[in-house]
């Protein structure tokens, strides 16, 4: 049974377009549904997580990423009281908007649209649901619930300022009160992605050879998960032995999220999914003294991974990629495939037709991309077996 501070189905505040209620499913799993089946999350599984996509079958995509994030989210929601259908669909989505070659990709891009409003993934990932997805007989997206997309815009906290263009936009159609914390439900989703990629970027490094595991082993929460495996396995091989770690390594952060929940939660007292949204802080998040230790693990791997040389290398050569792309479409829109065309054949204006191009760019995935900067510009398609 859902808490009380639980967003419940029957309470929903419904879909911009009016829809009959299925009598089978929640209007959360429907969404959840949709969004399995929408054409932007099949193109996650070559998308970069850290690893270009092209690079190995062990390293983790968008696609990966985003059904590990799922499965975290739904253990914690569960074990809170919260609803997991929500959750999950928030999990689900939350990558959506992510363009090729991860957060190289993200800065290329927002550099180019600067002028045009800027690129921000949450805000694509809201563009995407709600006008990209062009499948249904009776509207443009997915229409997915008030909740979901208010889960989707801001599960990383209120979105003040300035807003990205793409998400003011539909903001204004369908207000999803960006100035206040979202649901439980997508607070979960969002401290799910950060156990998912803590874990699995030390286990991608790992196998990438960018660290040893003898370094892992001295660092903090990591130190004391080998020393139990040490204990308990004396003599385990190599692989087993640092797998073993790192699931107590994961195990520890779920543990942990939920503890420091339970006694956030209990401190404020709430009655309604209204009350998590006015708390006035994330109530879902790390304990204090983990969140710390694991600074000091990001630390390590900006330093081991993410700024590595062949790292640096090869997001010199994928922001090349886009840089060029983009461009080019710019002065040949005639070169965009035909239902992008229909579509400028509509614009009135150059800031128009750059967001089309935007959103035609950033839906590419790795390989795409690749291979349409190969072909449109002549140049060779990167091949280094290099981590993004």
């Not at 092209?54 to 983790?60: F, T």
């Not at 921000?120 to 563009?127: G, L, T, Y």
């Not at 401190?267 to 204090?288: L, Y």
């Amino acid at each position: 049974m859902w808490a009380p501070y639980a967003s419940d189905p029957a309470q929903s505040r419904g879909r911009l377009m009016p829809e009959e209620e299925s009598f089978f499913r929640s209007c959360f799993q429907r969404d959840r549904d949709r969004i399995i089946h929408a054409s932007a999350f099949r193109r996650l599984k070559h998308k970069t997580q850290v690893f270009i996509e092209h690079e190995g079958d062990y390293y983790r995509t968008r696609l990966t990423h985003s059904i590990e994030v799922a499965q975290v989210a739904r253990t914690i929601s569960g074990s809170l009281g919260l609803n997991q259908e929500l959750t999950e669909a928030v999990a689900l989505a939350h990558d959506l908007g992510h363009p090729p070659f991860g957060h190289t990709g993200e800065d290329a891009l927002h550099v180019l649209m600067e002028p045009y409003g800027g690129f921000d993934h949450n805000a694509q990932a809201i563009r995407i649901v709600t006008s990209l997805e062009r499948h249904y007989a009776e509207f443009d997206g997915l229409n997915l619930t008030w909740e979901t997309l208010e889960g989707i815009a801001k599960h990383n906290g209120p979105v003040v300022g300035d807003l990205p263009w793409a998400l003011e936009a539909y903001n204004k159609r369908h207000d999803l009160e960006l100035h206040t914390y979202a649901s439980g439900e997508a607070q979960v989703a969002a401290i799910a992605d950060d156990v998912a990629y803590n874990h699995h970027d030390l286990h991608d490094g790992l196998r990438a050879e960018l660290f040893s595991t003898d370094e892992l082993a001295e660092l903090p929460i990591l130190r004391d998960n080998f020393a139990e495996v040490d204990r308990k396995y004396p003599g385990l091989n190599y692989y087993r032995r640092r797998h073993e770690a790192l699931r107590r390594f994961f195990g520890v952060l779920v543990e942990d999220v939920i503890a420091f929940a339970k006694v956030r939660l209990d401190e404020i007292d709430p009655q309604s999914a209204s009350d998590i949204r006015h708390a006035g802080r994330t109530v879902i998040r790390f304990s204090q003294p983990l969140f710390d230790d694991l600074k000091v693990i990001r630390q390590f791997l900006f330093d081991r991974m993410y700024r590595a040389p062949t790292v640096v290398e090869m997001r010199r050569n994928v922001t090349r990629v886009v840089y060029e792309l983009f461009p080019y479409f710019m002065e040949h829109p005639d070169q965009l495939p035909k239902q992008w065309r229909k579509d400028v054949e509509e614009v009135q204006n150059e800031i128009e037709l750059a967001r089309i191009v935007c959103d035609y760019v950033s839906g590419m995935t790795d390989r795409f991309a690749l291979q349409e900067h190969a072909r449109l510009l002549g140049t060779e398609p990167l091949t280094d077996r290099s981590p993004l």
